[in-house]
């Protein structure tokens, strides 16, 4: 086998252009991709504690319609007694 006849300066250079810039363009992929995946985990992340955040809120939602749900039954029994004794006076 004939030896591989070796390159010339110009065609170094230009291989060593390609290779360091094909280089970067690598590690910028992979750089990318990760960020990405942080993001991604973030999104996860934030979806969960916005579904405990919203079970939190409908609970707190429910205790206080059941709370002023009472206090309007106790006004409207209040206001139907005073009626009642003021009407036999």
Request: net charge positive.
């Amino acid at each position: 086998l004939p030896l591989p006849s070796p390159l010339s300066r110009p065609e170094r250079h230009a291989d060593a252009l390609f290779h360091n810039n094909y280089k970067k363009l690598l590690g910028q992929m992979s750089a990318r991709r990760y960020f990405e995946s942080l993001l991604q985990q973030g999104k996860r992340i934030d979806s969960e504690e916005s579904q405990a955040s919203s079970v939190y809120k409908r609970h707190s939602d429910a205790v206080f319609t059941d709370l002023f749900s009472r206090l309007r039954k106790q006004q409207a029994a209040e206001k139907y007694a005073k009626s009642i004794l003021s009407k036999r006076r």
